[in-house]
């Protein structure tokens, strides 16, 4: 019974109308991110994140106020969290921003600087960069060869291509970060199930009538395999089973 309603919770379509209401008050109150939207599905190519996920990564730009963001995966994305720097500079003054974004496909990358908005340059780069693979503890993944080094504040995680692989990019920024780092990522659960078990359950949320997962402002401190107990507690209780008794017979 329990395990049935549990099923009825999470893919109740009460969720999904609850997330269309959210998005369209959002959208009928944000006039630049209106205008942005509309921008980006006239001129870009790439196939995009869907609406809910621009409103999200809009909003959570606007409240975090990063100076430093990277986002992995170059499209309309881009455009929607240059918009939330450009307004969090010309309505709450946060100077100094910078926006890079990566793409691994060299087409890609060079179609999204062709059309970026010209009001955007100042403080966004659009990169090519090769991959290739990383690992951290027990979890390997790819990043991006070149990454210009920047105290990255936020990180959007939507590329590579999957493919069986989960994106180390942001665990790498956090690695070698000297402040808190928070991550969001478009439905990728390789990358949701990695994050969790190098940060724990505490850290990492997966939202799923929105289909995005965010990692709440983790430091190197936060490596669950940097600290014996929280190893045990935390990997061993959420994802191995645990079972009482004799494994060799009664
Ligand atoms: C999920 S897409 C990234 C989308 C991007 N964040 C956006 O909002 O448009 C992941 C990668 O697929 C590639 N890509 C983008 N648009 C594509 C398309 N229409 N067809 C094939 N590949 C595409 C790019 O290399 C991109 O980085």
């Not at 989960?166 to 920024?173: A, G, I, L, P, R």
């Amino acid at each position: 019974m329990r395990n049935i309603n549990r099923f009825f919770i999470k893919f109740s379509p009460f969720f999904e109308k609850q997330r269309d209401r959210c998005v369209r008050d959002y959208l009928g109150k944000n006039e630049s991110l209106r205008e942005i939207i509309d921008r980006c599905d006239k001129t870009s190519k790439s196939c995009g994140v869907s609406l809910s996920d621009y409103v999200a990564l809009y909003e959570i730009v606007r409240h975090r106020k990063p100076r430093f963001v990277l986002e992995c995966g170059t499209g309309k994305s881009t455009m929607i969290i240059a918009q939330a720097m450009l307004d969090n500079r010309e309505k709450d003054g946060i100077d100094d921003i910078k926006l890079v974004s990566m793409d691994h496909n060299k087409e890609w990358q060079e179609h999204a600087v062709s059309i970026f908005p010209e009001k955007f340059k100042s403080f966004v780069e659009i990169l090519y960069s090769p991959l290739k693979i990383y690992g951290c503890s027990l979890i390997r993944g790819t990043i991006y060869e070149e990454v210009p080094n920047h105290p990255y504040e936020f990180v959007f995680v939507d590329g590579p291509s999957q493919e069986g692989m989960c994106n180390m990019q942001f665990v790498k920024v956090v690695e070698n970060s000297d402040i808190p780092v928070s991550a969001v990522t478009d439905n990728r659960k390789n990358s949701v199930l990695a994050y969790t078990l190098l940060f724990g359950p505490d850290k990492v949320s997966y939202y799923v009538p929105w289909s995005l997962g965010i990692v709440d402002e983790v430091t190197s401190n936060d490596f669950v395999f940097k600290d014996p107990l929280k190893m045990k507690t935390t990997i061993f209780d959420h994802v191995v089973p645990f079972r009482f008794g004799n494994p060799i017979g009664k």
